[in-house]
C-alpha cells in the first residue's frame, strides 16, 4: 500500500511525489532508476504505489536529486534543497532520532577545520581509553 497526504483535498501519494522529481528532472524512468541503482521496472512498482520505497531509496533519490527528505516523505517545505548539507542532516535526524543538540553538535563538528576535526577525534579516543 502506498503511503498518502491529502494536500487541499488532493491524496498525493509518495509514489506521485517520486514521478513528480523524475519528470521534473527530465528522467526517463530507466535514467531515474540507474541514478539511484535500482531497475527501471523497481521504479515502475513505486511510482504506481504497489510498491513503497526503502528508507534507502528515499536517501538516495533525495542525495542524488537534491530533494528536501520532509518533502519527500511528507510534502513538508520546498521540494529542492538548495543546500545539500541540509538534506543529508535531516535524514540522520530521521533516521536515528536525533533531537535538536544533537544536530548541532553534527554541525558545529562538521564546521571544525581539519586539524580541530583531528584534536576533537584524539579527545574522544582518550576517553574511550580511560
Known amino acids: 500500500m502506498d503511503i498518502i497526504t491529502i494536500v487541499g483535498g488532493i491524496i498525493v501519494t509518495l509514489g506521485e511525489r517520486i514521478r ?18 535500482l531497475a527501471r521496472n523497481t521504479i515502475t512498482l513505486i511510482e504506481s504505489g504497489r510498491r513503497n520505497p526503502s528508507e534507502r531509496t528515499l536517501a538516495d533519490i533525495c542525495s542524488v536529486f537534491h530533494v528536501n527528505y520532509l518533502w519527500l516523505k511528507d510534502e513538508v517545505g520546498e521540494i529542492y534543497n538548495h543546500n545539500s548539507n541540509d ?27 581539519p586539524i580541530e576535526r583531528q584534536v576533537f577525534k584524539n579527545y574522544i579516543k582518550n576517553i574511550g581509553n580511560a
Open 20 to 37: 513528480h522529481i523524475r519528470e521534473d528532472n527530465g528522467a526517463t524512468q530507466e535514467e531515474f532508476a540507474n541514478k539511484i541503482r
Open 87 to 113: 538534506s543529508i542532516i535531516l535524514l540522520l535526524k530521521s533516521e536515528y532520532d536525533l533531537d535538536d543538540l544533537d544536530i548541532q553538535i553534527i554541525e558545529g563538528y562538521l564546521k571544525l577545520p
